[in-house]
């Protein structure tokens, strides 16, 4: 069983209740929550939410009844790692079966598609790592353009190589860690503390489908984003 995941707490200090707030005709968690549903590779779907009404929103629509996240998930400083343990345990006795992969998808990244889940899946299933990472190339790079200061104040590189690096082409791989599609070993949730203890692979996803939303400016971008999205798969 692939069991597919959303966490959706009720707290938002940069947009208010974001996680239900509406963009482009829908609540936020909706543009996830569909996707899994819509994914014939995904057997059954779990919400992890302290907030009763997106609770009772995402079982009407088909997610398995767990129950609310225990309050001391239910926090700003609760760690994603617990939240992903707690919904496995609670996802597998809902549905009576055992989950060969846990599939997570964060709600404030409404961009992806659904060939990036795809994607993640079969890089987990062919790969067979602890864990897949969806990432994105980054913007800026510490071998050639990302700078520090020094205890006088003078500006270096942040991650120096002998000879230096001068074109952006020449500096090592750099991957931004894209808070949107993660696949993890049921195995490895359970017996790890954190997720980088074993071996975590990159899904890499186009940077304009990671914009993660956390502030009033990120869901303006992705409001306009996502129209244009969709105005392209009408003019298909």
């Not at 629509?61 to 609760?78: F, M, S, V, W, Y």
């Not at 060939?115 to 190339?137: H, R, W, Y």
Request: hydrophobic share 40%.
């Amino acid at each position: 069983m692939i069991l597919g995941h959303i966490g959706a707490r009720k707290g938002s200090k940069g947009v208010v209740r974001k996680n239900f707030k509406e963009l482009g005709g829908k609540p936020l968690i909706d543009w996830s929550l569909d996707q899994l549903f819509a994914h014939p590779m995904v057997d059954a779907v779990v919400v992890s939410t302290d907030d009763e009404e997106i609770y009772a929103h995402a079982v009407a629509k088909g997610a398995l009844d767990i129950g609310l996240r225990p309050a001391h998930l239910a926090t700003d400083a609760a760690p994603k790692w617990g939240v992903w343990q707690h919904a496995l345990e609670a996802g597998q006795n809902a549905a009576g079966r055992t989950a060969s992969a846990f599939l997570d998808l964060d709600c404030t990244s409404p961009l992806r598609q659904p060939e990036d889940i795809t994607g993640a899946l079969k890089l987990f299933q062919n790969d067979k790592p602890d864990m897949v990472m969806s990432v994105c190339e980054a913007r800026k790079n510490p071998y050639f353009n990302l700078v520090e200061p020094d205890e006088t104040g003078a500006l270096h590189v942040s991650k120096p190589l002998p000879g230096g690096v001068w074109a952006r082409q020449a500096a090592p791989t750099v991957y931004e860690h894209a808070a949107s599609t993660y696949v993890v070993d049921p195995d490895y949730l359970r017996n790890a503390s954190t997720i980088y203890e074993g071996r975590v692979v990159p899904f890499e996803m186009p940077a304009e489908r990671c914009i993660d939303i956390d502030s009033p400016l990120d869901f303006a971008m992705v409001e306009f984003l996502l129209a244009d999205f969709l105005k392209r798969d009408e003019d298909k």
